[in-house]
């Protein structure tokens, strides 16, 4: 049996079959079968049927926004914007599948020039923990509104998220075969992934990706678009302190820093303002509220997703001290909390060597630079690509800055994990595989088919005219 718990106390969230390499090659046999009856349907129908898939989310909004909570930790009021996300994705998809997947017609002197957009056919999709039911919705949506159909495998650790959606899905009365579900852990994953699927779209770790780059090296008929993690830079060089402190604990520490796009590295000028806001960022820290999601008042962030996963970011802050880092704030338990709750970490790095991974934590680390060409550098410095954040009021840093990130989403004076739905969402590097999502997640849910088109054959033959023995 697969089951999931609640981290904050570990009592069970839900517990259910787990789907073996039969059920997993049934269930894509079923996908297989439905795909063309689907992709026949006109746009419209299967517009219609993610309408009514949007309707019964609205209506158990409140409801699945609790078993998020109990199942990720994340407090309510982070939830039910999570809700509010996919719900909103529908309308998204909507504009995007007709926007960068429709078709269009030129009219030339023998007829049209046509241009279509056909579906993949059977698309697996992996969904991450951390937003269990957002992130593999903005797959799943604009997939099955192109005319694909999905077998989606949630988290191990989310499954009750999983079955929520899958049960949304079956309410809104798709065809059979059309979306299914199957639970379980790696051993299920793989069975997908090695089974008879024509795109597979996953959002989590870079290794993770890698590992799928891998495999998928010898099966270019398959459709691969990744949505990873990051290494992410956010270079705070002027302004008021106070508010650049909030920009920065918002994007280091919200979600318990289990988001892809948190900044991992502050970088600041190593002068007054430097150290002025480094310290306002640790005692705004130090003001953050931690709790269980249903507790009143409610907490601005709850724990990591497992205490394995809070004694293995432990264990990489304890590397970074190791070699020299200065501990600012301490990453740390909470004391009378359980074992997945933890306190944000700041570490100072500057001048030491450390490794270019991503703590999926509350752990912000800072570097001070001498000049803007070092911090330009610095951010940089990275194997990762996904997001990278300026706070300045100088134009032409910014100008400069978003020139030379390298990097998919980039902000100025906001948090690096603001983004927005109708816009692309994805990373360089190790953050993905040039295939963002959000609302260019139509792009790799259909492919284009030109065709030049004529009534009747009538006038080809002119082109031969003189040119014939």
């Known amino acids: 049996m697969l089951r999931s718990y609640d981290p904050a106390t570990d009592a069970l969230v839900w517990e259910g079959e787990i789907a073996d390499a039969a059920a997993v090659d049934a269930a894509l046999g079923r996908a297989h079968a439905a795909f063309p009856g ?23 909004k409140d409801a699945i926004a609790e078993i998020i909570s109990r199942e990720t930790g994340k407090p309510l009021w982070e939830t039910r914007t999570e809700l509010a996300s996919m719900i909103g994705k529908v309308g998204i998809s909507i504009t995007a599948q007709a926007e960068r997947a429709g078709e269009k017609r030129n009219d030339m002197p023998f007829g049209q020039a046509v241009l279509r957009h056909r579906p993949h056919g059977v ?3 992996l969904g991450p923990f951390n937003f269990p039911g957002h992130l593999p919705n903005g797959h799943i949506v604009p997939a099955l509104l192109a005319g694909n159909t999905v077998v ?15 049960d949304a899905w079956a309410e809104a009365g798709l ?45 270019p008929d398959v459709i691969l678009a990744l949505e990873l993690g990051g290494n992410n830079p956010l270079v705070a060089w002027d302004g008021d302190i106070e508010e650049a402190a909030s920009v920065v604990v918002q994007s280091s520490f919200i979600t318990t820093g289990q988001r892809c796009s948190c900044a ?4 600041v000028p190593d002068d007054d303002f430097g150290t002025a806001l480094v310290d306002a960022v640790a005692a705004l820290a130090d003001r953050v509220t931690i709790g269980a999601w249903e507790e009143t008042p409610e907490p ?29 704030r301490a990453f740390e338990g909470v004391e009378g ?46 194997r990762f690509g996904l997001s990278a954040g300026l706070i300045s009021g100088d134009d032409a840093l910014w100008d400069r800055f978003v020139l030379e990130s390298r990097a998919g989403v980039v902000n100025r004076n906001r948090p690096t994990t603001g983004a927005a739905g109708s816009m ?46």
């Open 175 to 219: 065809p059979e075969g059309v979306f299914q579900i199957v639970h379980g852990a790696r051993e299920t994953g793989e069975a997908l992934v090695a089974g008879h699927i024509d795109g597979l779209l996953f959002t989590g770790s870079a290794g993770a990706g890698a590992h799928f780059r891998r495999i998928f090296a010898d099966r």
């Open 38 to 60: 689907w992709a026949a349907l006109p746009v419209a129908v299967r517009v219609e049927a993610v309408q009514r898939y949007k309707a019964v989310l609205e209506d158990r």
């Open 424 to 469: 692309p969402f994805g990373g360089l590097g190790d953050s993905g595989n040039h295939r963002p999502s959000a609302f260019y997640a139509a792009d790799y849910c259909a492919y284009p088919v030109a065709s030049f088109e004529a009534a009747s054959v009538a006038g080809n033959s002119g082109a031969l005219n003189g040119k014939l023995r």
């Open 300 to 328: 601005w962030f709850g724990p990591l997703i497992s205490g394995r996963a809070a004694e293995a970011a432990k264990e990489r802050v304890a590397e970074l001290v190791a070699r020299g880092a200065k501990v600012i």
């Open 152 to 166: 989606f495998k949630p988290s191990e650790m989310t499954p009750a998220t999983g079955q929520a959606m899958a």
């Open 337 to 382: 909390r359980g074992n997945a709750f933890v306190t944000p970490g700041i570490l100072d790095v500057t001048g030491i060597d450390v490794p270019d991974e991503e703590i999926f934590a509350p752990v912000v680390q800072v570097t001070r630079v001498p000049d803007f060409d070092a911090a330009m550098a610095a951010a940089n410095a990275t």
């Open 123 to 125: 698309m697996a999709v």
């Open 264 to 267: 991992r590295r502050l970088i």
